[in-house]
């Protein structure tokens, strides 16, 4: 019995030694000199934008006695809102400190 068990695992074996000519290696051959190359990679940084531009504005509201005060109060916080996208358009493109 172990002698055939011999026999098989030698005939399993043969097989794997089979040089095979066809295959090229990937690594180059001893002679081969291969140039270094130079790569650039750019990193995308975003600038940070501060809190207080991204905080939300309040919205005036009231009855319909005081319609031209929250009208008022309104266009303020249109303007506030306004000038902090003008301050985020100033900020976009910009470099970023270290």
């Known amino acids: 019995m172990r002698l055939l068990l011999a026999i098989a695992i030698a005939a399993v074996l043969a097989g794997c030694c089979r040089e095979r000519h066809d295959l090229k290696p990937d690594l180059p051959g001893a002679g081969t000199v291969v140039a270094p190359e130079v790569v650039v990679v750019e990193k995308r940084v975003y600038v940070p934008i501060p809190a207080a531009i991204t905080r939300p504005e309040p919205i005036a509201e009231g ?15 249109l303007e506030r809102a306004n000038a902090k996208l003008s301050q985020c358009a100033a900020v976009q493109g910009t470099e970023v400190q270290p």
């Open 63 to 77: 009855p319909i006695a005081q319609c031209f005060e929250v009208a008022a109060q309104r266009r303020a916080a």
